[in-house]
Protein backbone atom coordinates (compact mmCIF):
# COMPACT_ATOMS: atom_id res chain seq x y z
CA UNK A 1 0.00 0.00 0.00
CA UNK A 2 1.24 3.68 -0.64
CA UNK A 3 2.61 5.54 2.22
CA UNK A 4 0.12 8.05 1.48
CA UNK A 5 -2.15 6.14 3.35
CA UNK A 6 -1.27 4.28 6.68
CA UNK A 7 -3.51 2.06 8.20
CA UNK A 8 -3.22 0.40 12.46
CA UNK A 9 -5.11 -1.95 13.86
CA UNK A 10 -5.53 -1.64 18.12
CA UNK A 11 -7.34 -4.00 19.32
CA UNK A 12 -11.14 -4.25 17.50
CA UNK A 13 -10.39 -0.48 16.06
CA UNK A 14 -9.17 0.17 12.61
CA UNK A 15 -7.32 3.60 11.85
CA UNK A 16 -7.12 4.85 8.54
CA UNK A 17 -4.80 7.68 8.16
CA UNK A 18 -4.47 10.47 5.56
CA UNK A 19 -0.89 10.82 4.90
CA UNK A 20 0.29 13.71 2.86
CA UNK A 21 0.59 16.41 5.21
CA UNK A 22 3.40 18.70 2.84
CA UNK A 23 -0.06 18.90 0.47
CA UNK A 24 -2.50 19.25 3.25
CA UNK A 25 -3.91 15.76 2.52
CA UNK A 26 -4.87 16.93 -0.84
CA UNK A 27 -5.89 14.14 -2.53
CA UNK A 28 -4.82 13.00 -5.88
CA UNK A 29 -5.36 9.34 -7.81
CA UNK A 30 -3.05 7.35 -5.93
CA UNK A 31 -4.03 8.56 -2.93
CA UNK A 32 -7.51 7.76 -3.57
CA UNK A 33 -6.50 4.36 -4.45
CA UNK A 34 -4.45 3.72 -1.48
CA UNK A 35 -7.55 4.73 0.44
CA UNK A 36 -9.78 2.36 -1.46
CA UNK A 37 -7.57 -0.69 -0.67
CA UNK A 38 -7.29 0.71 2.93
CA UNK A 39 -10.94 -0.01 3.14
CA UNK A 40 -11.01 -3.61 1.57
CA UNK A 41 -8.31 -4.51 4.15
CA UNK A 42 -10.69 -2.95 6.65
CA UNK A 43 -13.51 -5.01 5.02
CA UNK A 44 -11.78 -8.23 5.27
CA UNK A 45 -10.60 -7.93 8.85
CA UNK A 46 -12.51 -10.06 11.70
CA UNK A 47 -14.08 -8.66 14.80
CA UNK A 48 -13.88 -4.47 14.31
CA UNK A 49 -15.65 -2.87 16.51
CA UNK A 50 -14.99 0.64 14.49
CA UNK A 51 -13.29 2.42 11.68
CA UNK A 52 -11.21 5.43 12.08
CA UNK A 53 -10.06 7.91 9.83
CA UNK A 54 -7.98 11.12 10.27
CA UNK A 55 -5.46 13.23 8.88
CA UNK A 56 -1.63 13.34 9.45
CA UNK A 57 -0.12 17.02 10.15
CA UNK A 58 -1.96 20.29 10.29
CA UNK A 59 -5.43 19.95 8.58
CA UNK A 60 -8.31 16.56 7.49
CA UNK A 61 -7.93 17.12 3.47
CA UNK A 62 -7.82 20.11 1.81
CA UNK A 63 -9.68 18.40 -0.70
CA UNK A 64 -8.99 16.89 -4.16
CA UNK A 65 -5.57 18.21 -5.50
CA UNK A 66 -6.73 20.26 -8.26
CA UNK A 67 -3.59 19.45 -10.50
CA UNK A 68 -4.80 16.00 -10.56
CA UNK A 69 -8.65 17.44 -12.25
CA UNK A 70 -6.10 18.84 -14.74
CA UNK A 71 -4.16 15.81 -15.18
CA UNK A 72 -7.11 13.47 -16.04
CA UNK A 73 -6.07 13.31 -19.77
CA UNK A 74 -2.80 11.64 -18.61
CA UNK A 75 -4.61 8.84 -16.54
CA UNK A 76 -7.33 8.31 -19.00
CA UNK A 77 -6.59 9.33 -21.68
CA UNK A 78 -6.16 12.11 -24.34
CA UNK A 79 -10.32 11.79 -24.15
CA UNK A 80 -10.85 11.73 -20.92
CA UNK A 81 -14.10 14.11 -21.16
CA UNK A 82 -15.99 11.49 -23.51
CA UNK A 83 -15.55 8.90 -20.45
CA UNK A 84 -16.39 11.32 -17.28
CA UNK A 85 -19.12 8.57 -16.12
CA UNK A 86 -16.83 5.86 -16.09
CA UNK A 87 -14.64 8.53 -13.62
CA UNK A 88 -17.10 9.49 -11.83
CA UNK A 89 -18.26 6.09 -11.12
CA UNK A 90 -14.70 4.78 -10.23
CA UNK A 91 -14.38 7.55 -7.68
CA UNK A 92 -17.89 6.57 -6.41
CA UNK A 93 -17.21 3.30 -5.99
CA UNK A 94 -14.67 4.10 -3.32
CA UNK A 95 -16.77 6.12 -1.07
CA UNK A 96 -19.74 3.37 -1.62
CA UNK A 97 -17.91 1.01 -0.59
CA UNK A 98 -16.64 3.09 2.58
CA UNK A 99 -19.74 3.83 3.58
CA UNK A 100 -21.25 0.02 2.72
CA UNK A 101 -18.69 -0.92 5.78
CA UNK A 102 -20.70 -2.96 7.96
CA UNK A 103 -18.84 -1.47 11.05
CA UNK A 104 -19.27 2.16 12.05
CA UNK A 105 -17.07 4.75 10.43
CA UNK A 106 -15.98 7.74 12.49
CA UNK A 107 -13.72 10.67 10.56
CA UNK A 108 -11.73 13.09 13.17
CA UNK A 109 -11.90 16.19 11.22
CA UNK A 110 -9.54 19.21 12.11
CA UNK A 111 -7.99 22.57 10.05
CA UNK A 112 -10.33 21.66 6.97
CA UNK A 113 -12.26 19.23 5.40
CA UNK A 114 -13.37 20.74 2.00
CA UNK A 115 -14.45 19.17 -1.45
CA UNK A 116 -13.50 15.15 -1.70
CA UNK A 117 -12.29 15.36 1.70
CA UNK A 118 -15.42 16.32 3.13
CA UNK A 119 -17.47 13.65 0.67
CA UNK A 120 -15.66 11.30 2.23
CA UNK A 121 -16.57 12.58 5.60
CA UNK A 122 -20.26 12.26 4.43
CA UNK A 123 -19.78 8.61 3.61
CA UNK A 124 -19.22 7.73 7.02
CA UNK A 125 -21.33 7.09 9.91
CA UNK A 126 -20.32 9.56 12.33
CA UNK A 127 -18.24 13.18 12.62
CA UNK A 128 -16.53 14.52 15.13
CA UNK A 129 -14.24 17.75 14.63
CA UNK A 130 -12.07 20.06 16.24
CA UNK A 131 -13.14 23.53 17.20
CA UNK A 132 -12.53 25.92 14.95
CA UNK A 133 -12.61 23.00 11.64
CA UNK A 134 -13.47 24.18 8.17
CA UNK A 135 -15.81 22.27 6.04
CA UNK A 136 -17.34 23.12 2.35
CA UNK A 137 -18.34 22.03 -0.34
CA UNK A 138 -16.29 24.60 -2.75
CA UNK A 139 -17.06 22.49 -6.07
CA UNK A 140 -19.43 25.17 -7.76
CA UNK A 141 -16.58 27.97 -7.32
CA UNK A 142 -14.37 25.63 -9.85
CA UNK A 143 -17.59 25.33 -12.36
CA UNK A 144 -18.35 21.37 -10.95
CA UNK A 145 -20.81 19.84 -8.20
CA UNK A 146 -20.14 17.45 -5.30
CA UNK A 147 -19.71 14.19 -7.59
CA UNK A 148 -18.68 11.66 -5.23
CA UNK A 149 -22.01 11.53 -3.15
CA UNK A 150 -21.60 15.03 -1.65
CA UNK A 151 -24.75 16.66 -2.90
CA UNK A 152 -26.55 13.18 -2.14
CA UNK A 153 -25.32 12.53 1.01
CA UNK A 154 -25.52 15.98 2.47
CA UNK A 155 -28.55 16.64 1.29
CA UNK A 156 -29.87 13.90 3.53
CA UNK A 157 -27.88 14.36 6.51
CA UNK A 158 -28.93 18.26 6.47
CA UNK A 159 -31.73 18.95 4.77
CA UNK A 160 -32.18 19.90 0.98
CA UNK A 161 -32.32 23.65 1.86
CA UNK A 162 -29.02 23.59 3.69
CA UNK A 163 -28.02 21.63 0.88
CA UNK A 164 -28.28 23.78 -1.46
CA UNK A 165 -27.13 26.82 0.64
CA UNK A 166 -23.75 25.22 1.11
CA UNK A 167 -23.46 23.82 -2.27
CA UNK A 168 -24.52 26.62 -4.04
CA UNK A 169 -22.18 29.13 -2.78
CA UNK A 170 -19.65 26.72 -2.35
CA UNK A 171 -18.98 28.66 1.15
CA UNK A 172 -16.66 27.47 3.99
CA UNK A 173 -18.15 26.83 7.73
CA UNK A 174 -17.39 26.34 11.02
CA UNK A 175 -17.72 23.40 13.12
CA UNK A 176 -19.87 24.95 15.06
CA UNK A 177 -22.04 26.09 12.59
CA UNK A 178 -22.06 22.14 10.96
CA UNK A 179 -22.83 20.76 14.29
CA UNK A 180 -26.39 22.76 14.35
CA UNK A 181 -26.89 22.15 10.83
CA UNK A 182 -26.87 18.43 11.83
CA UNK A 183 -23.65 17.69 9.78
CA UNK A 184 -21.46 16.58 12.96
CA UNK A 185 -21.71 14.60 16.14
CA UNK A 186 -19.55 16.05 18.16
CA UNK A 187 -17.35 19.25 18.09
CA UNK A 188 -14.12 19.14 20.71
CA UNK A 189 -10.79 20.64 21.45
CA UNK A 190 -8.56 19.76 19.26
CA UNK A 191 -6.66 17.93 22.23
CA UNK A 192 -10.39 15.91 23.04
CA UNK A 193 -10.56 14.45 19.26
CA UNK A 194 -9.23 11.03 19.59
CA UNK A 195 -10.22 10.97 23.42
CA UNK A 196 -13.99 11.96 22.27
CA UNK A 197 -13.79 8.87 19.93
CA UNK A 198 -12.22 6.53 22.16
CA UNK A 199 -15.28 6.77 24.09
CA UNK A 200 -17.80 6.97 21.61
CA UNK A 201 -16.19 3.46 20.27
CA UNK A 202 -16.09 1.82 23.41
CA UNK A 203 -19.71 3.14 24.12
CA UNK A 204 -20.91 1.52 20.44
CA UNK A 205 -18.59 -2.06 21.57
CA UNK A 206 -21.22 -2.27 24.57
CA UNK A 207 -23.96 -3.37 22.13
CA UNK A 208 -24.21 -6.22 19.82
CA UNK A 209 -21.82 -6.21 16.72
CA UNK A 210 -24.49 -7.81 14.15
CA UNK A 211 -27.41 -5.60 15.35
CA UNK A 212 -24.99 -2.58 14.79
CA UNK A 213 -24.20 -3.53 11.35
CA UNK A 214 -27.83 -4.18 10.36
CA UNK A 215 -28.96 -0.92 12.28
CA UNK A 216 -26.39 0.53 9.60
CA UNK A 217 -27.92 -1.45 6.78
CA UNK A 218 -31.56 -0.42 7.36
CA UNK A 219 -31.00 3.00 8.01
CA UNK A 220 -28.62 3.45 5.18
CA UNK A 221 -31.07 1.39 3.19
CA UNK A 222 -33.61 4.58 3.82
CA UNK A 223 -32.22 6.93 1.15
CA UNK A 224 -32.15 6.24 -2.21
CA UNK A 225 -28.45 6.84 -2.33
CA UNK A 226 -27.81 4.43 -5.97
CA UNK A 227 -30.24 7.49 -7.44
CA UNK A 228 -28.38 10.56 -6.49
CA UNK A 229 -24.92 8.96 -7.27
CA UNK A 230 -26.63 8.35 -10.62
CA UNK A 231 -27.89 11.85 -11.21
CA UNK A 232 -24.35 13.36 -9.84
CA UNK A 233 -22.60 11.32 -12.31
CA UNK A 234 -24.94 12.60 -15.44
CA UNK A 235 -24.61 16.00 -14.35
CA UNK A 236 -20.65 16.16 -13.79
CA UNK A 237 -20.27 14.57 -17.28
CA UNK A 238 -21.89 17.47 -18.45
CA UNK A 239 -19.94 20.63 -16.49
CA UNK A 240 -16.17 18.59 -17.13
CA UNK A 241 -16.75 19.31 -20.77
CA UNK A 242 -18.14 23.12 -20.41
CA UNK A 243 -15.90 26.15 -20.67
CA UNK A 244 -16.89 27.17 -17.34
CA UNK A 245 -14.92 24.04 -15.63
CA UNK A 246 -12.00 25.22 -17.63
CA UNK A 247 -12.14 28.50 -16.63
CA UNK A 248 -12.89 27.60 -13.36
CA UNK A 249 -9.64 25.18 -12.56
CA UNK A 250 -7.50 27.83 -14.73
CA UNK A 251 -8.60 30.45 -12.21
CA UNK A 252 -8.29 28.42 -9.07
CA UNK A 253 -4.45 27.92 -10.51
CA UNK A 254 -3.51 31.43 -11.23
CA UNK A 255 -5.47 32.49 -7.76
CA UNK A 256 -7.47 35.00 -9.99
CA UNK A 257 -11.63 35.33 -9.76
CA UNK A 258 -12.98 32.94 -12.75
CA UNK A 259 -15.03 34.82 -15.89
CA UNK A 260 -17.85 32.73 -16.31
CA UNK A 261 -19.79 32.48 -19.57
CA UNK A 262 -22.46 30.52 -18.87
CA UNK A 263 -21.04 27.87 -21.23
Known amino acids: MSDLILTHQHDTVFEIVLNRPEKRNAINMEMFRAFDTA ?15 RGEGKVFSAGIDVSALLGLAQTY ?9 AITDEFQGILTRL ?8 ALLHGYCLGLSMEL ?12 TKLGLPETLLG ?13 LAGVARAKEL ?8 AAQAEQWGLLNYVVSAEELE ?17 VGMAKRVIDGLADVDRGLMLEGWAQSQLFSSEDFMEGAQAFMM ?8 K
Do not use: Y
Open 195 to 211: TKAAKLVEEISQAAPLA
Open 167 to 174: IFTGRHID
Open 39 to 53: VATANRTPGLRAVLI
Open 121 to 132: ALACDMRIAAAG
Open 255 to 262: KRPPQWKG
Open 99 to 106: ERLEVPTI
Open 77 to 85: GPHWQTRMR
Open 144 to 156: IIPDVGGTTRLAR
